[in-house]
């Protein structure tokens, strides 16, 4: 199994972090979040944070997490709540269910129990791991509800959602996944909702930041 041994918090809306693209081990982090969301009460506003963690065996996983009591007290409080949530059916009618059997099949292989020995913290490949999550992620220290897609999302059977390259506004959040209200007149396909809206759910980690001036 796989232990997390340091998290990468490319932002937050709380300021018990130190800053943009702040590097720290994953109890740091997790003790950091864990107050974080203990002083926003659960009728109150929450703090949205970005964080990529990285693990022993040199994968990794990007997620936005909520930080509120009541909502989302860490990186291991969102797996948790991923898990159960996929696994009492909430993803059943979706059309990429298989992705999400296979995201939840990463995030059960998470030992969170068995702390990084000392050696698994100083050989884990910092500079290399980090130069690659910031190019892929494509950080952009911004409005961060404004968002624009890094990746094609498709349906099961390889049909076009929403191209690499959209813009749009989140208006939603639900678990790794975020609804957003996608700009009009763009020269991509975004495939439009029932209602005839350009609103779709689609994976955070498939967007980034948009700073509004991408030339």
């Given at each position: 199994?796989?232990?997390?041994?340091h998290a990468l918090v490319h932002w937050s809306e709380s300021t018990r972090f130190p800053g943009e693209?702040?590097?720290?081990?994953?109890?740091?982090?997790e003790e950091t979040a864990a107050r974080a969301a203990w002083a926003?009460?659960?009728?109150?506003?929450?703090d949205k944070t970005q964080v990529t963690i990285l693990f022993s065996d040199g994968s990794s996983y990007g997620c936005r997490i909520d930080l509120k009591q009541g909502d989302e007290r860490g990186f291991r409080d969102h797996v948790e709540q991923f898990i159960r949530g996929h696994e009492g059916?909430?993803?059943?009618?979706?059309?990429?269910?298989?992705?999400?059997?296979?995201?939840?099949t990463f995030l059960k292989d998470i030992d969170f129990?068995?702390?990084?020995t000392d050696e698994e913290l100083a050989n884990q490949p910092h500079p290399t791991k980090l130069q690659f999550v910031l190019a892929q992620a494509q950080i952009m220290p911004i409005d961060y509800n404004r968002i624009i897609?890094?990746?094609?999302?498709?349906?099961?059977?390889?049909?076009?959602w929403v191209d690499k390259g959209a813009i749009g506004t989140i208006r939603a959040r639900n678990g790794s996944y975020v609804g957003v209200l996608f700009d009009e007149g763009q020269d991509v396909h975004i495939e439009?909702?029932?209602?005839?809206?350009?609103?779709?759910e689609v994976p955070f980690v498939d967007t980034a930041v948009y700073?509004?001036?991408?030339?």
């Open positions: 199994m796989r232990k997390p041994t693209n702040a590097l720290m081990t994953f109890a740091t982090f926003n009460p659960p009728r109150g506003c929450y059916g909430c993803h059943d009618n979706w059309p990429n269910r298989e992705a999400f059997n296979e995201l939840c129990e068995t702390p990084p897609m890094i990746r094609d999302f498709r349906h099961a059977d390889g049909r076009p439009r909702d029932g209602s005839g809206r350009l609103i779709q700073r509004g001036d991408q030339s």
